[in-house]
């Protein structure tokens, strides 16, 4: 027994280097990949490019955080009074009846846009839809246009400041300058104005130039609007109560605590939450510490293979698209055996909660078309604006770099 322990204790020390070097190699190689070596270069890079970039940390790097981040991305615009009281006055968030299937609307177009080559037909789809729902309220001034602005920030900022806290490593300039690069493209195919940025008027730069003037105008956005205010707590505890979904019920006050320890302290007074405990901040704070340290020295990399897919990349029959993860209401799963009688159906089964394909078509278990996403009373409407707007979107969206 003797003459193993020199072997284990050399594997103690070989596994852990190995395990890094591993997981610093797809860094490496992103790098390689993309000939963006330097400052100057990343002033050139395309669309097309940040999209592979970004799809890279989003599902095999990052994927947890990643998509944490964009809900929190959600969740924070809340904290702005103006865009709380118009999802109350509309009732589509603040109304439990409503708030599960606009949670997972908003879910499926996010990730249609994110998911899918800046060309793709889906893309071009999932922002025309989303240019649609918001025009009327656009035009109106009930959605404002420095509040547009605000929510692509967060869209932006969010992944940046999750990763860099929470993961294992730091995301590099190529990375940032991917998002920035791909999201500054979105707001393009938005119609989103940068004027209120220093850099507005004239350009930028690059996307690590657009993310630094994004991140300064928004945290000066949140000192002067982000204010308490009841609308924001009434949207917040129906973000919340869709967060803890999937939490047994005596767990949603652990459940809340965690909540709010991912706020900061503007945050939480915006939206009225008390701050969490000393001791569940300290144990939220020691669990996430060692889930870093984990990944870092002992988790091997994600193959590909095991890539985080939210969607499914080819059509049904009925070209239709399904989500092919659940987190609340399971709106647009399709009910095939594994998804009604697998780990995720039994855990859900036993909160009592509904599984894919129960209650007859309330949760579109044929899936989805994008043209259709959205509120019910928008279904089957604003073909023509989309048309136009793909039309639009064809003509100058084409991969090439959004800065030039």
Wanted: glycine share 6%; proline share 7%; with cysteine.
């Amino acid at each position: 027994m003797d003459s193993l322990l020199p072997y284990a204790l050399g594997l103690l020390f070989v596994y852990p280097v190995v395990t890094t070097s591993l997981r610093f190699r797809r860094r490496h190689q992103l790098h390689q990949q993309y000939p963006y070596p330097t400052r100057e270069s990343l002033a050139r890079m395309t669309d097309e490019d940040a999209f592979e970039i970004q799809k890279t940390v989003a599902q095999l790097e990052f994927p947890f955080m990643f998509i944490k981040s964009l809900q929190f991305a959600l969740f924070r615009t809340y904290g702005i009074p103006t865009i709380s009281h118009l999802l109350t006055r509309t009732s589509q968030l603040s109304n439990p009846d409503t708030s599960l299937k606009r949670y997972t609307d908003t879910s499926a177009l996010v990730q249609e846009m994110v998911g899918n080559s800046p060309t793709s037909p889906r893309a071009y789809l999932s922002l025309a839809r989303t240019r649609f729902l918001h025009s009327g309220y656009r035009a109106s001034g009930k959605i404002l246009e420095a509040d547009m602005l605000y929510t692509l920030a967060l869209f932006a900022l969010q992944p940046v400041r999750f990763i860099d806290r929470f993961e294992w490593r730091r995301l590099s300039d190529l990375e940032r300058c991917a998002i920035g690069t791909f999201w500054k493209s979105i707001g393009d195919a938005l119609e989103i104005q940068y004027d209120e940025l220093p850099s507005g008027p004239t350009g930028f730069r690059d996307g690590l130039q657009w993310l630094e003037e994004m991140d300064a105008w928004s945290m000066a956005y949140e000192e002067r609007y982000m204010v308490p205010d009841a609308k924001n707590r009434e949207t917040a505890d129906q973000t919340t109560a869709i967060l803890l979904y999937l939490l047994p019920q005596g767990l949603h006050p652990i459940g809340l605590q965690f909540v709010s320890f991912m706020m900061d302290d503007r945050l939480r007074r915006a939206m009225l939450y008390d701050p969490p405990t000393w001791f569940f901040a300290s144990l939220f704070s020691a669990l996430l510490n060692t889930r870093k340290l984990f990944l870092r020295y002992l988790a091997p990399p994600r193959p590909y293979f095991l890539r985080y897919a939210s969607f499914t990349e080819q059509p049904d029959d009925h070209q239709r698209f399904f989500l092919t993860k659940w987190e609340a209401a399971p709106y647009y799963v399709k009910p095939t055996v594994w998804n009604r009688w697998g780990p995720m159906a039994w855990l859900t089964w036993f909160l009592g909660k509904p599984v894919p394909g129960d209650e007859g078509n309330k949760y579109y278990p044929g899936g989805y078309i994008i043209p259709d996403i959205g509120p019910s009373y928008f279904e089957g409407k604003g073909r023509k604006q989309l048309e136009e707007a793909m039309h639009e979107l064809k003509g100058y969206r084409t991969g090439k770099c959004p800065f030039h």
